[in-house]
């Protein structure tokens, strides 16, 4: 399967996920997702549950706390000036946290699903257009440098006695500061990256060529079945609905 399958069947899924309210569709969809899972991605899927499960669950938390916990009742009640109740609230909150686990669970497996190839080299593998390509190398480059800069300012904090390595109240009184100093340290990379480093490299030409495959097919190997299967999928959904039988 190319990336370009892969990327085409995970919008297809998140798409859908996002436009389509019926459980039914939904189900259809996770099977889809879970079929992707197994015979693309293996066991590595289970990161890709375990990441998500972080990004999702303290939001969840958090929306439970304020729609079931404080205010009682569901948005859509709200603005309907009726009575709500919490267990609207709390369908409400868990059917919003389970489509942003999916999302962010089929981003992730499809990422997984290339885990052998560096970023440059799936970008590269991807048919799009030349500015496209090259802001998604610069976007990634960026986000190294701030992961760099994160990892450059906890270190100097906890050198200088500010932070500790463990968990500890001294670390929630000066996390201030830890944003300060990352917020400085990546300010100061891109800006020496962009005003000196790149334009002395000729970072932008040398970009094009490295991302630039020449001519290629855009779909082959297994695209040719899971790109008929998700839109086939995809066709009942949207018809299923538009019907009104979700």
Do not use: C
Request: without cysteine; charged residues 15%.
């Amino acid at each position: 399967m190319t990336p370009n399958g892969a990327f085409t069947v995970g919008f297809i899924l998140i798409a859908l996920s996002v436009a389509v309210p019926g459980p039914r569709g939904l189900m259809v969809l996770v099977a889809l997702a879970l079929a992707f899972a197994v015979i693309e991605v293996g066991g590595a899927s289970l990161i890709a549950l375990k990441r998500a499960a972080i990004v999702v669950l303290p939001l969840a938390l958090f929306m439970g706390l304020v729609w079931v916990g404080l205010v009682g009742e569901a948005p859509y009640q709200l603005a309907a000036d009726t009575v709500g109740t919490r267990t609207a609230a709390l369908v409400y909150v868990a059917k919003l946290s389970g489509r942003l686990f999916f999302v962010v669970a089929v981003i992730q497996l499809v990422f997984l699903r290339y885990a052998d190839l560096t970023p440059l080299q799936l970008i590269r593998a991807l048919t799009l257009p030349a500015p496209v390509k090259r802001m998604l190398a610069i976007t990634l480059s960026l986000i190294g440098t701030l992961r760099h800069a994160i990892d450059r300012a906890h270190i100097a904090l906890i050198a200088s006695g500010t932070l500790t390595r463990a968990p500890s109240w001294r670390n929630a009184v000066h996390s201030w500061r830890l944003i300060q100093a990352v917020w400085l340290s990546a300010v100061t990379i891109l800006i020496g990256r962009m005003r000196d480093k790149w334009p002395v490299e000729d970072t932008m030409a040398h970009l094009d060529g490295a991302l630039d495959r020449g001519p290629a097919r855009i779909f082959a190997g297994g695209d040719r079945i899971w790109l008929p299967v998700t839109l086939g999928a995809a066709a009942v959904i949207l018809l299923a609905a538009i019907l009104g039988k979700p």
